[in-house]
């Protein structure tokens, strides 16, 4: 695998179930983010982690706790969500601190929420 | 607060057609601006990053500029392949803020 993957690709859930998103960088970076983009609004940023630690939480309610238990791995665990956090959930990865610091992105979650 | 506002919306080329695409920005202490390509079902995909007002990068058909205010995504003689939403956003630190995005469709 290179670049960023996101796993899985789909999902579809009740406002009570409990699930959870997995993105894995294969590129070295030591950052790796969390977006979310609904139709016809921008990327908004939720989470930012920088050496395994949250440095960004961008006001996200706490029915999305993310976890980065390494450099290469971040999930977003997912419980008693609302129809309205439907959305394409992207996560990407950087060199934090490098001159040119370019995030690279995986190919999103598409959550329904029903 | 940082704001990136992108114009037009939707833009609709005939194959050869070139056009231009706007990003305009207001940020403090730009570190860098970036331009992304993204496919319907897809993530976006990096094309090009501006560090300083006058700079011009190329890529194939692409070309981006620019200037203190915005910047400009040239395309030139555009193929159906070229059809995508073209995503614009500046860093501040490591945040990147987005535009809206363009949906350019290409028709041949």
């Known amino acids: 695998e290179t670049g960023v993957t996101q796993t899985p690709r789909h999902l579809v859930m009740g406002m009570t179930n409990k699930k959870s998103l997995k993105c894995e960088q294969h590129?070295?970076?030591?950052?790796m983010y969390w977006y979310k983009q609904s139709a016809k609004k921008p990327l908004e940023l939720m989470f930012v982690?920088?050496?395994?630690?949250?440095?960004e939480n961008n006001s996200v309610p706490s029915r999305f706790s993310p976890e980065c238990p390494n450099s290469s791995h971040l999930f977003l665990h997912l419980h008693t969500l609302q129809p309205e956090d439907s959305a394409l959930y992207l996560c990407?990865?950087?060199?934090?601190?490098?001159?040119?610091?370019?995030?690279?992105f995986g190919p999103g979650t598409r959550l329904l929420v029903l | 607060e940082d704001q990136v506002t992108q114009s037009p919306e939707a833009l609709r080329l005939q194959e050869g057609e070139s056009s231009s695409l706007n990003c305009s920005y207001t940020v403090s202490g730009l570190r860098g601006l970036f331009w992304y390509r993204q496919d319907p079902g897809k993530g976006p995909e990096f094309l090009f990053t501006l560090y300083s007002a006058g700079e011009e990068k190329e890529k194939e058909r692409l070309k981006a500029t620019l200037t203190k205010k915005e910047s400009f995504l040239h395309i030139t003689a555009p193929k159906p392949e070229d059809s995508a939403t073209y995503l614009c956003a500046v860093q501040r630190g490591s945040r990147l803020t987005f535009g809206e995005g363009t949906q350019l469709t290409v028709n041949p």
């Open positions: 982690y920088n050496f395994k630690e949250q440095t």
């Open positions: 990407a990865s950087s060199q934090a601190g490098a001159d040119q610091e370019t995030q690279y």
């Open positions: 590129l070295g970076h030591n950052a």
